[in-house]
């Protein structure tokens, strides 16, 4: 009986890094859909617990966060601004706390791979009584600025130079801008 013969004549460690490369790109991908999203509603929302975690999605116009049974809706247009961030949180918790206090000097950096990387999404948006209000979300890595081309879409209005924002007429701007233009 013959050997089998080889097919391609890379090492394993370039299979490897293409293996990887698969599944980061894969992942990539699947952070980009539109469908809801996992966020945990930092502050701002009336009748909202602080840090309550939940769904976050664009749909019918109104930015929707539902956490339980209850939900939160922001209507698109009444969207002043909306601004993406990244940061970072613990990954671990108290325990790496209490080991970074006997850590070496220098022993931050390996401290510092038990963090997750995470996306804000902060919302100034105006009630039916004109007051302005802001509301702060994180979320997965990659997702906040699907959102936000989607909020832009469906009205909301962005002051970051470079970005087109939907809501650009006149109709969409509030009695105090009105005022202005007057």
């Not at 391609?8 to 293996?19: E, G, H, I, Q, Y």
């Not at 929302?45 to 539902?66: P, R, S, Y």
């Not at 039916?128 to 802001?134: C, I, N, R």
């Amino acid at each position: 009986m013959k050997p089998a013969k080889k097919l391609c004549k890379l090492p394993k460690s370039s299979w490897v890094a293409v293996v990887l490369a698969l599944f980061v790109v894969s992942g990539a991908q699947a952070q980009q859909t539109s469908g809801p999203q996992k966020a945990v509603h930092l502050m701002g929302l009336v009748g909202v617990k602080d840090n309550a975690k939940g769904t976050l999605h664009v749909e019918g116009g109104k930015l929707l966060f539902v956490h339980g049974k209850a939900s939160s809706d922001i209507d698109a247009t009444s969207i002043q601004d909306v601004l993406t961030g990244t940061d970072s949180r613990e990954s671990v918790g108290k325990t790496v706390d209490f080991v970074s206090m006997a850590a070496p000097y220098g022993g931050g950096r390996f401290l510092s791979l038990f963090r997750t990387k995470i996306d804000t999404l902060t919302v100034a948006y105006r009630d039916t009584d004109e007051s302005l209000h802001g509301v702060i979300f994180t979320m997965p890595a990659g997702t906040a600025k699907g959102i936000k081309k989607q909020l832009v879409a469906q009205g909301a209005r962005t002051s970051v130079a470079g970005e087109t924002t939907a809501a650009s007429s006149g109709s969409n701007k509030s009695p105090a801008d009105k005022e202005k233009t007057q």
